[in-house]
């Protein structure tokens, strides 16, 4: 068991975890994309959702006005999101791209979001791609959910580490600080951190299908290690949870960037 996979990037490590994503992946909360429409303000124009997924972090946005495309290289992921937002006004459509090589024109949207996703990127070249996509003064977002750590998560975390001594859990609470490769991006002004506390009920089945959801769970045991670990895991849950229902709790961790008057250099992923 490893993470990922041997020769597999997340595009390919996420495409047969597109349902589980779906179903079991917490939501955002509504204050935080308040706080995103706010800063676009009413004339936001296009807005584009990088890495998108299953679409998570779209709708939310479309309630509140957005015109926004979904763009995300695995394509069961893009026709899973297709399949939750089409029709919806608001919804333009999905591309299949990375947010390292955007088929976008430049200088055409208001908004990019990018939705537990950031750390899978080549920051470099994304956000030279981001900079050249997005207008002077329009707004970044870059967003995770980060799971507030205690007994339970501590032992979940050391049974995976025993399923899987290399891996490495890509979301951690260091993600409640500003990435340095954007923080000191010479094309975004970047605010301090925000972060949205908040909580959803989750029972044992859906922690289970949670869990496989995980890159370094769901994407890397093989066949015959699932069950084992689902065994496992179902163990510590009830040590911890024996009524099999409990609050998830979460941060949302919101680092806002506005894009400055254009440069050049900015586009510019290597010197």
């Known amino acids: 068991m490893t993470l990922p996979p041997a020769g597999r990037g997340p595009t390919e490590v996420f495409g047969p975890l597109a349902e589980d994503y779906a179903r079991f992946r917490p939501a955002y909360p509504a204050e935080f994309f308040d706080a995103l429409a706010a800063r676009i303000g009413g004339a936001n124009g296009l807005a584009l959702d990088l890495a998108t997924g299953t679409g998570a972090a779209v709708l939310p946005q479309i309630e509140r006005g957005a015109r926004i495309v979904a763009i995300e290289p695995n394509r069961s992921m893009l026709s899973r999101a297709h399949r939750r937002l089409a029709g919806r006004p608001g919804w333009i ?25 950031f750390h899978w990127f080549e920051p470099a070249p994304a956000l030279a791609e981001i900079a050249r996509v997005l207008r002077p003064g329009g707004l970044l977002a870059v967003f995770w ?15 995976i580490a025993r399923h899987n001594p290399g891996y490495g859990r890509p979301v951690t ?10 923080a000191r991006h010479p094309a ?9 506390p908040h909580e959803r009920p989750i029972t044992e089945d859906a922690y289970v299908g949670y869990a496989f959801s ?13 069950q084992p ?8 849950i009830r040590r911890h949870h024996p009524d099999g229902r409990w609050p998830e709790r ?13 440069d050049p250099s900015f586009y510019l992923a290597t010197p």
Do not use: K
Not at 108 to 117: E, F, K, L, N
Not at 188 to 196: D, I, K, R, S
Not at 229 to 236: A, C, I, P
Not at 250 to 262: G, T
């Open 145 to 159: 959910n980060v799971t507030v750590p205690d007994a339970f998560t501590d032992e979940v975390r050391d049974l």
């Open 250 to 262: 979460l941060i949302a961790v919101a680092h806002f960037a506005r894009r400055v008057e254009d």
């Open 214 to 226: 995980w890159s370094y769970c769901g994407g890397a045991l093989r066949a015959d290690e699932r």
């Open 188 to 196: 975004f002004l970047v605010e301090p951190p925000l972060e949205f």
């Open 229 to 236: 670990f689902e065994r496992q895991l179902r163990e510590v």
């Open 173 to 182: 609470r260091s993600m409640l600080a500003t990435p340095e490769s954007l």
């Open 93 to 117: 459509g999905a591309v299949a791209a990375r947010a390292e090589s955007l088929p976008i024109a430049g200088g055409v949207a208001g908004c990019v979001t990018v939705a537990q996703a």
